[in-house]
């Protein structure tokens, strides 16, 4: 078993403390968490329970948990955030999940901070119709509006690639720098924060998300 395994189990008792509705059982000879996750708002207001499952991915604690919604409430399609080959749930983009797990995440982290957010989502979307919280779109079009969203290029699907790349392949440029956008305007007071959020990403990724949006959208 490899060490991103070995620590996804070691925590798993600590994470049975804090959320009592679940267990400890085993699939496919690994360990893995299974039991009941309530949805209650910050009023209080219980909306509703899921059965879920979490198991341990390739390079735990660097990326998320996988996470299945067992009990069949949320449709299994990309439109409702579930990954339609493997029936996983989408939580986050990937860029933003790269991000968040930079310098680790735990299994009680995870659950508290991404896992019952997204099930509230949903359930707000299945109960309300609409998700409370906002949402990037599922695959590709999330990936575009996460960059989209930090570079500030609206929906300028072109000027955001040439932005990212920009990035992945240039090391920061200096503070009195005209910025890399084409404005004029000086890059400390343009996309300095950007350039800053998105290179943590990493270059191999960013360049990897580049190819995704422009094979979504047909460029190559």
């Known amino acids: 078993m490899n060490d ?22 085993t699939s496919e000879n690994k360990k893995i968490l299974k039991g ?3 949805v209650v708002d910050k009023e209080g207001k219980h909306w509703e329970d899921y059965e879920i499952e979490i198991h341990c991915p390739n ?47 735990t299994v009680t982290e995870y659950i508290q901070e991404e896992v019952l957010p997204y099930l509230f989502n949903q359930t707000h979307r299945r109960v309300e119709g609409y998700y409370v919280n906002g949402e990037y779109g599922h695959g590709a079009v999330g990936v575009f509006e996460f960059y989209a969203d930090i570079l500030k290029t609206g929906t300028d699907i072109k000027l955001t690639l040439r932005l990212m790349q920009y990035i992945a392949d240039h090391t920061r440029p200096g503070r009195t720098s005209y910025c890399f956008c084409g ?10 924060d950007a350039y800053d959020k998105l290179k943590s990403i990493g270059d191999i990724q960013i360049k990897n998300h580049v190819y995704l949006i422009a094979k979504a959208v047909k460029l190559v």
């Open 183 to 192: 404005r004029n305007a000086k890059f400390r007071h343009c996309h300095r």
């Open 59 to 105: 390079n735990f604690p660097y990326e998320f948990p996988i996470l299945f919604e067992t009990s069949d409430k949320i449709p299994k399609i990309g439109d409702w955030h579930i990954n339609e080959d493997t029936h996983s749930c989408c939580v986050k983009v990937h860029p933003a999940e790269i991000l968040r797990c930079k310098k680790g995440i």
């Open 36 to 38: 009941t996750l309530a």
């Open 4 to 25: 991103g395994y070995e620590q996804f189990v070691s925590q798993l008792e600590q994470v049975t403390s804090v959320f009592p509705s679940l267990s400890v059982t």
